[in-house]
């Protein structure tokens, strides 16, 4: 018997890897952004972050991803949780 994906259609999802940071000050204030309007999911909270490209590894994405949105360099990071997320059109492996 083979299994049928969520939703009853035979058509496979696309599953999109993305990496975030979770980043905090001395104090223990943490970063997060509004997700702005005319993107999906448009004024969700988030951590930075995005997607990897094929070939990337999770830290370089990382790296790649907060020097493009924050103007930092990563000088230190792990991983720390994972977490997937079923959309109707795609799979969100965080």
Known sequence: MCARPAGGSDIAKPVILVVAAALY???????IAQRPAGKPLAGRWEFPGGKVAAGESEHAALARELREELG??????????GRNHAYADRDVEL
Do not use: K, N
Request: charged residues 30%.
């Open 72 to 81: 930092i360099e990563v000088t230190a990071s792990r991983p720390f949780m």
């Open 25 to 31: 000050d001395r104090t223990g204030r943490v970063l």
